[in-house]
């Protein structure tokens, strides 16, 4: 039985603020700080993509300088800064505003960017609401910076959890955006995580890769990896609580669940999606195997339109899961679908197809892949549908 549970307490010793600076089209707020009362220690997971935006070289080297002490995190949407003349420029003036309106080191400042790529970033839009954004700050905006950082999203997203330890209780809050261009591997798309737990930069940056594995690493809406991928862990020990071996290993638990919790929002809101999918594999020689079947079959355009149109047709599925480089044999193959047996052995199982296309219809469907013998590896992974939306919301992203 878990000994923590979903709560909305939020963390001791950390103050949220938004504004609107003019770098988005439409006047909402799009810019987003967090800071930590005191030095925190700090771990980040950042994109894979080769064209890696300015703030995502930044924050990793900030961390480094810093030795991986953080007080700080500076958001804005609605532009990427990447892939420009002044990328860099920008992103070192506006942390060294922030850094000076909280008069602390630079280097202990995160900054993060989301929007289109591509498009020069005015700095003065950041820096000349620096002093702002800090006098903003309230323990009470937590709901406003979740707010200020999403872009295509329909709805926010946020976590929380606490854990029960000797002397009281230790808070853990997550907010998150993402609805298009993800398949974030090793990170989220922007992701935020806050903990009043004492921990060291060593124990979040572990605790954080494994929790990214089994949540955003697990997780895609359209296969394509964003410039600006990142996620943050910060624990700034607020609490004022010392926590056992037992208690560490509780805790990672925790942070593992809320992530998956925060990724499972991400692909429902999947740009365009109507449907969360949850696809489960098991069977393969390794769990790495099984995460690339599952991974292939999440992926596939053919597989989320079939789901998006409640179309029972599990050929796509297999189709998909060869295409993954793991070698089985289609005799040993089991397959179904919101439950029930629709391949067995690799041949066709009689089912009724009427009746699994109104389960298809549900908000929320399931797909299992199965090699039956004696390989123990399994993945989760969590994706959405893909429908018309989806196309007209990229078609006419910058206008």
């Known amino acids: 039985m878990k000994s923590w549970e979903n709560n909305v307490n939020l963390p ?36 894979q993509n080769k064209a890696m935006a300015a703030p ?20 804005n949407a609605g532009n990427a800064n990447c892939a420009t003349r002044t990328g860099m420029k920008v992103a070192i003036e506006t942390t060294k505003a922030i850094a000076k309106a909280l008069k602390i080191p630079a280097a202990q400042v995160l900054p993060a960017s989301t929007g289109v790529i591509g498009v020069e970033l005015d700095a003065s839009k950041i820096t000349s609401h620096a002093a702002s954004l800090v006098s903003g700050l309230s323990p009470d905006r937590f709901e406003d910076a979740v707010s200020a950082i999403m872009t295509t999203d329909l709805v926010p997203k946020k976590a929380h959890a606490s854990l029960a330890v000797k002397g009281g209780t230790i808070h853990l809050a997550g907010m ?10 090793m990170a989220t798309t922007l992701g935020y995580i806050v903990t009043d737990a004492a921990l060291t930069p060593a124990e979040l940056q572990r605790m954080l890769r494994k929790a990214a594995d089994r949540s955003y690493n697990a997780m ?14 910060l624990a700034n020990g607020a609490s004022g609580l010392t926590m056992s071996a037992s208690d560490k290993a509780l805790f990672a638990e925790a942070l593992t669940v809320l992530m998956e919790d925060l990724a499972k929002q991400i692909a429902r809101d999947g740009e365009g999606a109507k449907k ?8 393969t020689r390794t769990d790495k ?17 079939a789901i998006a149109g409640s179309d029972p047709n599990w050929g796509r599925i297999m189709m998909a899961a060869g295409n993954a480089g793991v070698l089985f044999e289609l005799k040993n193959v089991d397959i179904r679908m919101q439950g029930l047996l629709v391949c067995k052995g690799g041949l066709a199982r009689d089912f009724s197809e009427e009746e699994l296309t109104k389960l298809l219809d549900q908000p929320d469907c399931h797909i299992s892949f199965t090699i039956r013998g004696d390989g123990k590896g399994k993945a989760r992974f969590y994706t959405c549908d893909f429908t018309e939306g989806y ?3 990229n078609g006419s992203y910058r206008t």
Do not use: W
């Not at 949220?16 to 980040?44: C, N, Q, T």
């Not at 969360?276 to 069977?283: A, F, H, K, Q, S």
């Not at 195997?289 to 339109?305: C, D, E, F, H, Y």
């Open 56 to 75: 995502v070289i930044l924050s990793k080297k900030n961390l480094e300088t810093s030795n991986g002490v953080a007080r700080a995190i500076l958001t």
């Open 12 to 47: 001791l010793g950390f103050r949220y603020s938004a504004l609107y600076a003019g770098i988005r089209k439409v006047k909402k707020d799009d810019l987003s700080l967090i800071v930590s009362d005191v030095p925190a220690a700090a771990a980040g997971v950042f994109t």
């Open 220 to 233: 895609s809406v359209d296969g394509d990896t964003s410039t600006n991928d990142s996620v943050y862990l």
């Open 289 to 305: 195997q099984a995460m690339q079947i599952a991974r292939v079959i999440g992926n596939s355009p053919l597989v989320k339109t």
């Open 176 to 185: 998150t955006k993402g609805s298009g261009m993800i398949q974030p591997l």
């Open 276 to 283: 969360l999918v949850t696809i489960e594999v098991e069977g």
């Open 391 to 393: 196309i007209q919301i």
